[in-house]
């Protein structure tokens, strides 16, 4: 690292620079201090590469490539203005050297320290396919070595699978030695996940043997080599030859996935917080430079970098000072922002609009992976809309936090978000356990708390530390009213035979408590309990009968179990109706009951967008982004955004801040995608019209019937 020089800026957004990282042609690396003690890299592109369009929407593409990931393994972007003058991005400061400084510098590595390194890059290498993302130049100088493992960063060139490439009709997209036959071709588009399996194969065999599988020289002809050649793997441990061989075969279908070299790779290593995976001298050069960044000093101001109107009649005190206002973004969230116009659409030519910043704290990467990558991508297509309108007052960012479905580390997190003021409104958890933590911080902090997908009480809100708690999903109990509804008006019953499974839980509870204080019809219910572990459903079965239950009621919460039931109710001659709740609406269902699932109805509080024509738009936006259609809680998800854009919209320009967000909110009325949303002004309660929904399987699948009030008699259902 060297000193900064006199011409060099002294903050770059809000962090303060501490020395260059390094310098060449595009630009500049700066190691930085947040405003919030973090330090970070920073990355300055000039001014002069900035000035070509071609050029700056590559450096946005990266910008939101690596928006996207929160893995452990890659390197996110926590902060960004891809509109500068000089656009720049800033991550978190990594210590360790790169690959090819430290095989340059120390030799190979050795072989447990290879298989550690490709089992984690890898990792790393499927999260950014899961994406949607093709990274396109994994190689040595893009991985950076850390005491828990190695970390890939630079997704200068990453895009998505399909994705038109916006270099150079001529260019070859990667690096010679490290990029796969498919993307020699020039225009690109043949490179998808498995160029970026051949990469990492090539990167293996460096970091083993110290060199690349196809020799060095002119790059054209490495290229030609990759493409005719065989790879050159005499030098490579026994050990690693068979996986590295598979890496690098020419046909792209017949090399591994990512998920199966993690598995070859990282079979019998132990997990990267109980071993030193680097040879001696890498921990000691890593630990050097941990040291010497930590007891940085605060540098002299250099100069000052500020809008050129700006300029004009300021003093150099007031310059100063103006350095001290810039925003706060801390790591390890990670950022994302479209700051930049959509596609066909301009922003008013007049003003720069300020922007607000919104965050999700969700489990990206635990066992509710699905439900928070859901919440994310929905998220960031309402984002991307918002900042495409011609006419918004404003513009929103995201800030995007995986609590990994950990307790210890949702407490943590809540806590670092909530202590940023740039965040106006939060919204997740994405599982019920971190309703109360999370509910009580963003109390304290007045930082507005959107539920999408977690369950609470009605109650709940009015409990004096929930009181900036806004729940757009409804309480638990609300799964009640599409079978009242349907059972009292679509298929009439008066003896409704419920079925109370204790496996798994207690989230149906609210539901048998519902329909017994409202019988369907104003009839009966009887209650048929299965003890947890129970497994007599034939039982249950003959007490429904001898009950002349005219329909059932499964209130349970495992597909399994529903299905045996499902099963049960065949098999015993059941002639009624049968309906489930969301919680048992799954494919398992639908595997193990397989014809006893026909005609089930199941109530749910998340709709289907494939369904509703408004949501068409949304539903192309999210195909063209992730390459597959919204899945469950996508489209609350989204709807969260234009609830708060609603809420922002209605303050002044001055009142858009926390305290407004949460004054408001409760008095906005968004008509959302999935179902409306607006809430008692007195208890903060969402008003339960039409935000509950009804499926039937039809033909070994979930159909998906509307809003509860809006199925008719007239459907035969």
């Not at 890593?286 to 100069?303: G, M, W």
């Not at 609830?643 to 919209?649: C, Q, R, S």
Request: glycine share 10%.
């Amino acid at each position: 690292m060297r000193p900064l020089t006199p011409a060099d800026p002294a903050a770059i957004g809000g962090n303060r620079l501490l020395g260059r990282l390094g310098s060449g042609g595009m630009g500049t690396v700066y190691l930085a201090r947040s405003a919030a003690g973090t330090l970070v890299a920073v990355k300055v592109i000039r001014a002069d590469h900035a000035a070509n369009p071609d050029f700056r929407a590559r450096f946005r593409r990266e910008v939101e490539a690596a928006g996207q990931l929160t893995g452990r393994w890659v390197v996110p972007v926590v902060a960004a203005d891809p509109q500068a003058r000089e656009p720049w991005l800033a991550t978190p400061y990594v210590p360790g050297p790169s690959l090819a400084e430290a095989v340059g510098g120390y030799g190979p590595l050795p072989v447990r320290a290879v298989r550690t390194l490709g089992a984690r890059l890898a990792e790393a290498l499927a999260q950014v396919h899961a994406a949607g993302l093709v990274h396109r130049d994994v190689k040595p100088g893009n991985i950076l070595l850390a005491p828990d493992g190695p970390r890939l960063i630079d997704f200068g060139i990453a895009r998505a699978e399909g994705a038109v490439t916006l270099t150079a009709v001529d260019a070859v997209l990667g690096t010679p030695g490290y990029l796969a036959p498919e993307q020699a071709r020039t225009d690109g588009a043949a490179a998808g996940a498995p160029s970026d399996v051949f990469s990492l194969g090539c990167v293996l065999a460096y970091a083993a043997t110290g060199r690349g599988p196809f020799g060095g020289g002119h790059a054209a002809a490495v290229v030609y080599r990759t493409v005719h050649d065989e790879p050159e793997l005499a030098a490579l441990p026994a050990e690693l030859l068979d996986t590295v061989r598979a890496c690098l075969a020419k046909d792209p279908a017949a090399r591994p996935t990512p998920q199966a070299l993690r598995g070859v790779l990282g079979h019998g290593l132990p997990g990267p917080d109980a071993e030193d995976w680097l040879p001696p001298p890498l921990p000691r050069l890593i630990a050097e430079r941990s040291t010497r960044a930590l007891d940085l000093p605060a540098p002299e101001p250099t100069r000052i970098d500020v809008p050129e109107t700006a300029v004009r009649g300021l003093t150099r005190r007031r310059l100063l000072a103006a350095g001290a206002g810039l925003a706060v973004v801390g790591a390890p969230v990670a950022w994302f922002t479209t700051r930049g116009r959509a596609r066909g659409t301009t922003a008013p030519p007049d003003r720069e609009l300020a922007t607000h910043t919104l965050a999700l704290q969700a489990d990206l990467t635990g066992s509710g992976k699905e439900t928070g990558q859901a919440h994310e991508r929905g998220m960031k297509l309402a984002v991307e809309r918002h900042n495409g309108r011609s006419d918004a007052a404003f513009r929103l960012a995201l800030r995007v936090a995986d609590d990994g479905g950990d307790p210890a580390r949702a407490a943590e997190l809540v806590k670092e978000l909530a202590a940023d003021p740039a965040v106006l409104a939060l919204t997740g958890p994405t599982w019920d356990a971190a309703v109360p933590a999370m509910a009580t911080a963003c109390g304290t902090a007045d930082l507005a708390l959107l539920l999408v997908s977690a369950d609470i009480t009605e109650t709940a809100t009015s409990e004096p530390g929930w009181r900036t708690v806004v729940a757009t999903r409804p309480a638990g109990d609300q799964l009640a009213l599409p079978v009242v509804d349907y059972f009292s008006r679509i298929g009439p019953v008066h003896r409704t035979g419920l079925v109370e499974d204790a496996e798994g839980g207690e989230p149906a509870y609210p539901l048998i408590r519902a329909l017994q204080q409202s019988p369907p019809s104003q009839g009966t219910v009887s209650v048929h309990r299965i003890p947890a572990g129970g497994t007599d459903f034939a039982a249950v079965v003959r007490a429904l009968t001898e009950a002349g239950a005219e329909a059932v009621v499964y209130a349970g919460t495992s597909p399994q179990r529903a299905a045996l039931m499902a099963r049960a109710l065949t098999e015993g001659g059941f002639q009624g109706r049968r309906m489930g709740i969301q919680h048992a609406m799954e494919p398992a269902f639908l595997a193990a009951a397989g014809p006893a699932a026909e005609g089930w109805l199941f109530s749910s509080l998340f709709t289907d967008p494939l369904a509703v024509p408004a949501a068409a738009d949304f539903v192309a936006a999210h195909r063209a982004a992730y390459g597959q259609p919204p899945a469950r809680w996508a489209t609350e998800a989204y709807d969260a955004v234009g609830l708060l854009a609603a809420t922002l919209t209605g303050l002044g320009e001055e009142g858009r801040d926390r305290a407004g967000v949460t004054r408001r909110i409760f008095r906005t009325s968004h008509e959302g995608l999935a179902k409306p949303l607006s809430f008692d002004t007195n208890t903060h309660v969402l008003n339960r019209i039409g935000t509950a929904h009804l499926y039937q399987v039809e033909s070994g699948a979930f159909r998906y019937l509307g809003r509860y009030t809006e199925v008719k008699p007239a459907s035969g259902r």
